[in-house]
Each structure stands twice: as structure tokens, then as C-alpha cells.
């Protein structure tokens, strides 16, 4: 029975469909139980052969074959209904915790959850994410600004052979694919070209390195009998920390000890490996002269879209990423084409994540602009400890620095607001349900009550919107476009009657009026005293990274002021929401004094 409701064994039943508690009595015992319902996003249900997942995580680069999945959007609609090709763990710190990632592998193409149609997918666990957004949030701005490889994503929740996983972020798995990174596929050619060979069996060659020894212009490929005529792409590389790049298939270090794999093609010939890794190696070369040019007389930006490179650095600065040049920071190379930023990924100890162990937790510092290959110290190369990485290069050049102001004045900021403002609230009202499932499967808050889980649930999602929104406004003052000659247009002399009077202001800088961005004050002193009262303007320009002001003094008037009586108040303000200006000096204007009194 069931709240008097007498069940049948092995009968379906919708009472419990919208969630609830219930009293369930066995004979003489009665039980309390409670049927939890997330409602709002999809679902998927993954059964493997044999009942459990021990194989898989008892081996993470374990395929097992075998496995069923049923995909349902969140309007009940069936997007997929068969058998897996492959399902496996992933990740490397991430696969240590006990809410494990996986990849899986469909048997055909298909369409999940309004995502383009791929074979291969990515389960994120987001274990060290108690708000589960940080990725999805971070990936909506980069798809929003322009960076087209940035994978698609939705959350859902998981079950595996009928046992409640928790929620999962599914996203496309960062790979060349027409859907994905829409690139020449190198690695698919070579293969064709050697139809009878079996890459994962040929010894490694060349000088891997190792860890705790110095890895600098150290390469690994192998010997692969017939290759494309055409080796300049594509190539899809990741920066990795030194201690992990030993155990990857294919890569090279630069002579500056930078660790770059190969993730495509993943077995590398020994010319493939020689034409990226000197094509990596003169771009580097280029970025680290103070001129911006290597010595074969080649600016870094015919090796790299300076574009991509802005947009991605601006992504890791913004989102406070830790990871930032370090790992999981992706690069590509289409044949002919230069080196592009992206796509980006991993992000769930950004955005004072402190839980992750490891964060940016101060939102008004720079991060991915001051950052150096110290990591790489750990390999017994203490020289390289101060050496910056690919994003802090960029800032030796002005026209990297001048293309970033451009894209986070004209882009990012919008995107940004964009997200803040309007689409963490859709997240949260699609996740809030299954979120305080997710809470009580891994026991987060150390209590099964929902209304104390949605409070604390809510707290963590504070401490993400807290940082992304101060973060913005940090780089909204230190990336604003340097404008210089700033002034006031002449106030007139006005006689009081009695009525308030606003001055009319107007900024221009350079003979323009500025445009519409960032909020500008003007205020008047509150003094009454001739000669003494200042107007001060304050911007948010870019100006050593600090507010700056400039004080104008107000000059007295030849005649006295009129006034007729009444107790006045002497200020004028005006808000203007202006765009950035670079305050360089105090300069004396003649301004005159405006006396505002109150109507009697």
C-alpha cells in the first residue's frame, strides 16, 4: 500500500510522476519516502552489459562495448534509442573523484538535445561545480562572441543501468568534424593511405623527454610508411602541463619549454611533427622579439588569427580561469591557414571555484595576462619559471593589446552583460529541480532538505555571478580604449528666479561627443563659498588600471549670482552614460558657478 493505495506488483502507476512524499506499508512496517522530480531537462538512461561500471572505472582509457542508451529531451521526445558503439571515463584530475566523466560513442550519428548531429559526446560530472553552470555559462559567451568551435552544451540527467547519476553537462567533444572543428582531417588522410595499419601498435619515435628533466625541442612521432602530399593541416594541438605530456601519443616542446600535443592527428609522422612544430616554434620566436617579428623578418600575425587569439585570451581572463596557457587550452591549424584560437574548454574551477583547490578568487587582478610556464619549473627547469605564456606574450605588442580593447569594447562586454543579465536566470530556472537531486545523490550539504539545499544551492551560484559581474566591470575600466583631450563644454552664467536650473554639459573627446558605454558623473561641491566650489569628472578609462580624475576649478563669476530667497542647495549632477576616456591631466576650465535653490 501506498498512501492507502493498494500496488501492484510489476503495474505501472503515474502517482508518483510529479514527486511528493509518500507512506509506504509493507505489513506492520510503514516507510517514508520521497520521489524527487527535476522536470525540466532532458534525461538519458545508460545500461551496460554486465550491470555496473567496474571495468571502466577500474581502467578510464577502457572501451566497453555493449551498452544500450535511451536519450529524452525534456519534451518527451525520443532522440535516441540504440546501441552504443563505445562508452569510457575521460578527464585526468577530474576522473579521480567519485562522480566520474565519461565519453560515449553512438553506434550512428545523431541529433542529441537540439545539438548538431556527431557520433561522439562528452559526459561532464561538474563534481567540483556545486553550481553546475561555470561551463555552460563560459561557453554561451564564447559562442556568443564569435568563437564558432566553442562545443555546444546542455545539462541533463543521468542514469545508469536505473541507478540516479546526478546532473551531467553532455557537450560535443572537441575533435575535427564538420560539426565540430571544420578542418582538413589530417589524421583521417593518413590513415586511408595506410588502410592495413594499426597506428597504436608503432613504437614511439624521437626524444620524448621526461618528467623531472628538461623537455625543451624535445618532438614524438613514428614511422608511418605513406602520408598526404599536403602536410599543413589540419592539426588540433592542446597546451598541457609537462608532467602530462609524457604519457601523450604525439607532441613537441618548444625551446622555450611549452608542452604542446597533438590530439589530431593523434599518431604523427616524423615530417608532420617537424612542419608543426617549427611552424609553432617561429610563431613563438615572433611573440617573444620585442618587435614582433622572428628572424626570418615574419610578424607573429602571419602565423596566428590575431582575432581568435584575442577572443580566447579574453575568455580566460574574464572567467578567472586557472587553467589559463597551462592546460586545456586549444589550438588549431587548418592546411594553408594559420594557427586559431580555440576551442575553448574545461572550466569548472574558474570563477572562484575555491572548492576545486585552486582558483582565481580575486576578481580585481589579472590573471591570463600576467601568466608565466611556472609550471613547467617542476620538470628542474627553474629558468622558465618567469617565463610568460602564450596570452602574456601578446601584451608585449600594442597591436594585440590595441585588437582585445577593440573586441571587449565592441563584443565581449555586450556578450557578457548579455549572459549576466538575461541567460543564467534560464539555467537556473531549468536546473534548480535537479540541482537539489544532484546535491542529495553526492550528499553536497550534508542534508537531504530541500529548502535548506535551494538556500545553500543558490549561495554557490552567488559566488559565481558575484565574481563574473565584478570581473566585468574590472575589465570594462582596465581594457577601455585609451582617448585622450578630454573637455567641458562652457557653462553660462544663468540669474536665478527662483526655479532650478540644470546646466546643460555636454563631454566630448577629440571634438566628439563620446558614445554611449561606461557611466560618467559629473558633480559640483557642495560649497557656497565664492571662488572655492571644483566640478570633478570621473571616468573609468584605461589609465594604469586605476579610476582617474580630472578637477576643474571653477572660476567666480563678474556679478553676483540673483537669487530670490529660499534655502538653496548648491549641486548640479548629471549622470552621462558615456564611453571611455583616458584622463591625463588636471586642466582649468572656465566654468561658472551654479547655484540650484529650492522653489520657496
Known sequence: MCDGVKLESGAQTGMFANGGE???????????????????????????????????????????????????????????????????????????????????????????FGMEKAKSWCLLANYEDLSLLRNQIIFSVGAEIGLRETPDCRSIDLYVNGEYKGVYLITEKVEIN??????????????????????????????????????????????????????????????????????????????????????????????????????????????????????????????????????????????????????????????????????IWDFDSAANNVRAGHTISDPLQWNAKTRTLWYNALMGNDTVKATPNIYALGFRHADFVETVESEWKNNFYHAAQSELNANIDMY??????????????????????????????????????????????????????KNEGLTIAHIPSQKRTGSEITPEITVKCLDRVLAEGVDYTVAFSDNVEKGTATVTVTGMGNYEGMEAQTTFKILLISDPLDWTGGSGEERAKESLNKFGAKFVDTVELILYYIVKPFKK
Not at 450 to 477: C, G, H, M, P, W
Request: charged share 25%; hydrophobic share 35%.
Open 22 to 112: 509518500f507512506v509506504l506499508t509493507v505489513g506492520d512496517a510503514k516507510y517514508t519516502v520521497v520521489f524527487l522530480n527535476s522536470s525540466k531537462l532532458p534525461t538519458m538512461f545508460i545500461n551496460t552489459p554486465e550491470g555496473g561500471l567496474d571495468r571502466i572505472h577500474a581502467d578510464k582509457s577502457h572501451k566497453e562495448k555493449g551498452c544500450t542508451m535511451l536519450a529524452i529531451n525534456s519534451n518527451g521526445k525520443v532522440d535516441y534509442d540504440a546501441e552504443l558503439a563505445s562508452m569510457k571515463g575521460r578527464g585526468n584530475s577530474t576522473w579521480g573523484y567519485p562522480k566520474r566523466p565519461y565519453n560515449i560513442k553512438l553506434g550512428s550519428k545523431a541529433k542529441l
Open 178 to 343: 564538420k560539426n565540430r572543428v571544420d578542418i582538413f582531417d589530417l589524421e583521417e588522410a593518413t590513415e586511408d593511405l595506410n588502410p592495413d595499419l594499426d597506428f597504436s601498435t608503432l613504437p614511439a619515435q624521437g626524444f620524448y623527454g621526461k618528467y623531472s628533466g628538461s623537455l625543451e625541442s624535445t618532438q614524438r612521432w613514428y614511422e608511418i610508411p605513406n602520408e598526404p602530399a599536403d602536410i599543413t593541416g589540419g592539426y588540433l594541438m592542446e597546451l598541457e602541463l609537462g608532467s602530462r605530456y609524457p604519457n601523450e601519443a604525439s607532441g613537441f616542446v618548444t625551446k622555450r619549454s611549452q608542452p604542446v600535443i597533438l590530439k589530431s592527428p593523434e599518431y604523427a609522422s616524423q615530417a608532420q611533427i617537424e612542419y608543426i612544430s617549427g611552424y609553432w616554434q617561429e610563431m613563438e620566436d615572433a611573440l617573444y622579439s620585442d618587435t614582433g617579428y622572428n628572424s626570418l623578418g615574419k610578424h607573429y600575425s602571419e602565423y596566428i588569427d590575431t582575432l581568435s587569439y584575442a577572443r580566447q585570451y579574453l575568455i580566460e581572463e574574464w572567467s578567472g580561469d586557472w587553467d589559463a596557457g597551462i592546460t586545456s587550452n586549444y589550438f588549431y591549424k587548418d592546411a594553408n591557414g594559420k594557427i586559431c584560437a580555440g576551442p
Open 428 to 481: 537556473i530556472d531549468n536546473i534548480k529541480d535537479a540541482a537539489i537531486m544532484n546535491a542529495i545523490r553526492w550528499d553536497y550539504y550534508a542534508t537531504t532538505s530541500e529548502r535548506e539545499i535551494e538556500a545553500q544551492y543558490f549561495a554557490d551560484l552567488k559566488v559565481v555571478t558575484d565574481f563574473l559581474s565584478a570581473r566585468t566591470d574590472f575589465l570594462n575600466q582596465n581594457l577601455t580604449l
